[in-house]
């Protein structure tokens, strides 16, 4: 919890003294202004918090939802754009405040409903650390800013690392029989494994490339993250870690 908040308030610190007209920006996700991206983690957040105070709301929401499966996301985040700035910006404040508190509460071994399989507090911290990180880089390279990478993306990595089957079922493709070796060098030059030693296929690298990689904010060519095996050097090109249909990517740098 405190690494969410942590995660928070870093891309708070990048839009909190915006003028006005800089919520507008273009970010790299296509359609998508700064406003968007804020306005998208604060429409998260609040279903996140409905989640855990109000499962009959949420399965209203979700019902809602479910009529434009592929673009209910995207007008969500129309909505909070059209919002001023700064009534966006406490808004998102206050919502993920309350959500911090809410999931600290959360007895251990409940299970909170979702759009996918029903998780835990815990995985849904971690999810909103994925998203709010992920949102952020976009923020970041709108305004021409480069966060300093932390070990928060442990999370985010983990992440990576424990939806590797998903990937391949969004894209209809077989699973791998067996487990994959990651093996990455966290920002403080720690070195993260998951997976046996004696894997065949091995995925390693930057730990902050590797969540690039995941999320899907940077195309896996500009990446150092190396492969070993052939469904390991598959996997990279779909790899995923965020819920809903397969993700287009982004296009290699030129």
């Given at each position: 919890m405190a690494d969410l908040t942590a995660q928070s308030d870093s891309l708070d610190d990048l839009v909190a003294e915006l003028a006005t007209e800089r919520w507008s920006t273009p970010t790299p996700a296509q359609g998508w202004t700064i406003a968007h991206q804020v306005g998208h983690l604060l429409w998260t957040d609040r279903v996140s918090y409905l989640a855990i105070t109000d499962g009959?709301?949420?399965?209203?929401?979700?019902?809602?939802?479910m009529k434009d499966p592929l673009g209910f996301v995207d007008v969500a985040a129309e909505v909070e754009a059209a919002r001023p700035p700064a009534e966006l910006l406490a808004d998102w404040r206050e919502t993920r405040a309350k959500l911090a508190d809410a999931l600290s509460g959360v007895p251990a071994g409940t299970k909170l409903p979702w759009f996918g399989p029903p998780m835990s507090a815990g995985s849904m911290a971690?999810?909103?650390i994925m998203e709010t990180w992920a949102h952020g880089l976009d923020v970041a390279e709108a305004l021409g800013v480069r966060p300093v990478p932390t070990d928060r993306?442990?999370?985010?990595?983990?992440?990576g690392v424990r939806t590797r089957d998903f990937a391949y079922t969004?894209?209809?493709r077989p699973i791998p029989a067996e487990p994959f070796r990651y093996e990455l060098t966290a920002p403080s030059g720690e070195i993260w494994t998951w997976g046996p030693e004696n894997a065949a296929n091995i995925v390693r690298g930057s730990a902050h490339d590797f969540c690039e990689l995941v999320t899907q904010r940077r195309?896996?060519?500009?990446?150092?993250?190396?492969?070993?095996?052939?469904?390991a050097a598959e996997w990279v090109t779909i790899a995923q870690c965020f819920a809903g249909p397969p993700g287009a990517g982004r296009a290699p740098m030129a």
């Open positions: 009959e709301g949420f399965t209203a929401l979700f019902g809602e939802a971690t999810a909103r993306i442990r999370h985010v990595a983990h992440l969004v894209n209809n195309h896996p060519a500009d990446l150092d993250v190396l492969t070993v095996g052939d469904d």
